[in-house]
């Protein structure tokens, strides 16, 4: 047991030495994620993989046997036909569509190990009710003297996953990004921060990292983090990848993505590495890249209004985000950006935004 946390031994031939004593069970080592009610891992003998696929992705939701197995005391070993016997639930989906045809896995002995709300790893050790009689004794026996090194195996695999999750090499990739971007776990703890982001946080007037939680002050920004974060975190779709808020006469886009799962191949790990998410701040308009509103009102004769479209463009702004930002229509921007061209001399976007470098004051 100790062995296949480590990778030196795969925890799929734990299963097997299980199995060959006594022949024709099925152990399985599995380690499930309650709260989402899916499996994680699963390592087994005796079944086919299709068997398992199928109960990883829809049997294992109606599985009586998980509410029970759930309530029983921690690293302790239970027999299911003293406790919970198959013919219970002969009636269920789960034993009619899933246990039954299998045939020989109606009885088992088990054992739960607890490691976070995310990580629950149940060894199962099913055979059929035929062997019950001779199994139930023996298997129990085996499962206490195992007891204690399977436990060691799920604190080291524990252990093992965090030791992936820090050599993930992500530092790198982030310290090259423009902007703020950092590393956040599901419910936004902060795995890694960049130097613009360690900058923001320590300023504290947009990114707040209280309790190393990932926050921000504007709270369009934050419920939209919250949101997107959980999503990605949980592998599910998100409306939009980037928000863009103000901050007075700043104007910041958040970008989320999920970052890229990093694990040693040759590892077979229980315990996967947490998902993570990129989430990258960058300064769009604001105190870096200035327009000289007095320059362009003397020089072309622009509005305010034409102003404040010309700094939105010349930082890199769309003209759908600047439409966004100024709280106009497309329609409103394109035909204000028409009137921009004529009053410069210019006829493309590009053209204008070169033009518009010559009026950037420093920030």
Not at 69 to 79: N, S
Not at 226 to 253: C, K, T, Y
Request: glycine share 8%; with cysteine.
């Amino acid at each position: 047991m100790r062995g296949a946390a480590w990778g030196h031994e795969a925890w799929v031939e734990a299963c097997r030495r299980l199995a060959d004593a006594l022949p024709g069970s099925s152990p399985a080592i599995l380690n499930y994620d309650m709260p989402r009610q899916q499996v994680n891992a699963a390592f087994f003998q005796g079944m086919a993989p299709d068997y398992v696929a199928s109960y990883r992705e829809h049997y294992m939701s109606v599985n009586p046997w998980i509410d029970y197995w759930t309530t029983v005391q921690a690293g302790t070993v239970h027999i299911s036909e003293r406790e919970m016997p198959s013919a219970s639930f002969q009636k269920s989906e789960f034993y009619v569509d899933w246990l039954a045809p299998h045939g020989e896995i109606e009885a088992a002995v088990g054992m739960r190990l607890d490691v976070d709300p995310n990580n629950t790893v149940h060894l199962a050790w099913h055979y059929g009710l035929a062997h019950a009689e001779t199994y139930d004794e023996a298997a129990s026996a085996i499962l206490e003297l195992i007891g204690p090194d399977l436990a060691d195996a799920v604190r080291v695999a524990a252990s093992l996953r965090q030791g992936v999750e820090s050599g993930a090499g992500l530092a790198g990739l982030m310290d090259r990004l423009d902007g703020a971007a950092l590393l956040v776990e599901r419910d936004r703890q902060i795995r890694e921060a960049n130097a613009d982001a360690a900058i923001a946080m320590r300023q504290g007037d947009v990114v707040v990292a209280a309790g190393n939680t990932l926050s921000f002050r504007d709270a369009a920004a934050q419920r939209w983090l919250e949101d997107v974060v959980a999503r990605l975190a949980d592998g599910l779709p998100i409306a939009s990848p980037s928000h863009v808020f103000r901050v007075q006469e700043r104007v910041f886009r958040l970008t989320a993505t999920p970052a890229p799962r990093h694990s040693e191949a040759s590892l077979a790990l229980l315990m996967q590495p947490r998902p993570l998410v990129l989430v990258t701040m960058k300064l769009l308009v604001g105190a870096r890249s200035q327009i000289d509103d007095v320059g362009l009102r003397f020089t072309f004769g622009l509005s305010a209004a034409e102003i404040k479209l010309c700094e939105a463009l010349a930082n890199g702004h769309s003209l759908s985000e600047a439409a966004r930002l100024l709280g106009v229509s497309d329609g409103t921007v394109r035909q204000r950006v028409k009137v921009i061209f004529n009053k410069t001399g210019t006829h493309r976007q590009g053209e204008l935004i070169a033009m518009l470098g010559r009026f950037l004051l420093a920030g």
